[in-house]
């Protein structure tokens, strides 16, 4: 049970979101952003983590509910593992500052509620197609990407587990 507490503390309401980025902010803190599904947590994503956290000093997941995550389209099964699952499991990461949900089909406007210093995605996107590029550049932010891991995407673990 301590546990849980102490990983339920990284699990931020978008009403507490604001007093937190003020303590963080006022400390002089680099606030790195980042988003995802993060269905079947595996190598990929945790080193994808561990990098994109290296590059400031605290960092905020966005994690799609698992109703945005079905209107992405990945598979009608999707997501394996719901929204509170797959929360619960990122928060076990050090690299994770906090988490917050978003039901948007998109984190735009939960990226205007951080204005993060940095915002990071994977180099399958190019920086200026990144949602949200033009709110982190115009406060003089960065947009970074991060080399996948090859061999690692949670479609290639539901095939592989598929086939056996």
């Not at 400390?27 to 079947?40: E, L, R």
């Not at 951080?114 to 920086?127: F, H, M, R, S, T």
């Not at 960065?142 to 061999?151: A, D, F, M, W, Y």
Request: hydrophobic share 40%; proline share 4%.
């Amino acid at each position: 049970m301590l546990y849980h507490k102490k990983l339920s503390e990284k699990f931020i309401s978008k009403e507490s979101l604001p007093a937190l980025l003020k303590m963080w902010n006022e400390a002089n803190q680099k606030i790195v952003f980042t988003n995802g599904c993060f269905d079947i947590l595996h190598r990929g994503h945790v080193e994808y983590l561990c990098h994109a956290r290296d590059l400031g000093d605290k960092m905020i997941v966005g994690l799609n509910t698992d109703a945005s995550v079905k209107r992405l389209g990945k598979s009608p099964e999707r997501p394996i593992n719901n929204e509170e699952t797959r929360a619960f499991v990122l928060a076990a990461l050090e690299c994770i500052d906090a988490i917050i949900l978003f039901d948007e089909d998109t984190p735009y406007d939960l990226i205007k509620l951080v204005q993060p210093d940095i915002l990071v995605k994977g180099n399958d996107y190019k920086a200026e197609d990144i949602v949200g590029y033009d709110i982190v550049k115009a406060k003089g932010g960065s947009v970074k990407t991060i080399p996948l891991v090859q061999g690692f995407s949670t479609t290639m673990l539901i095939e592989k587990l598929r086939s056996e």
